[in-house]
């Protein structure tokens, strides 16, 4: 039996489905399988690791609101940048880079060139 997901886990789970246009989106963002998310949505815990790539997608999501509408947040998340040695935002949060992807925000938000 697996554990229930926590209620703030679900929710942020619920935001991101609605921001990124469906479920399909998510679990593309977070290489998993759809029924993955399902399954977190029906309940579900995810594992630690999807967990945390969950976790740190809402964060820098929320984060790249504070400057952009979310249909240019979505196109920073897939864009190749400069600040991550021209590598996508989105791959390095796969990867567990979260610092890497906050800094590169950072830097825009304070008008530096790469």
Do not use: C
């Amino acid at each position: 039996m697996t554990a229930p997901i926590p209620d703030v886990m679900r929710v942020k789970l619920q935001r991101l489905t609605a921001d990124f246009g469906g479920q399909s989106e998510v679990a593309r963002l977070l290489h998993v399988d759809r029924s993955r998310v399902s399954r977190w949505l029906g309940g579900e815990e995810p594992d630690p690791v999807n967990g945390a790539r969950l976790e740190a997608l809402e964060y820098v999501f929320t984060r790249l609101l504070r400057s952009y509408k979310p249909s240019t947040a979505l196109k920073w998340l897939h864009g190749f940048n400069a600040h991550l040695g021209n590598r996508r935002p989105i791959s390095l949060l796969r990867d567990g880079r979260v610092a890497e992807v906050i800094a590169a925000i950072e830097q825009h938000d304070i008008g530096s060139y790469a």
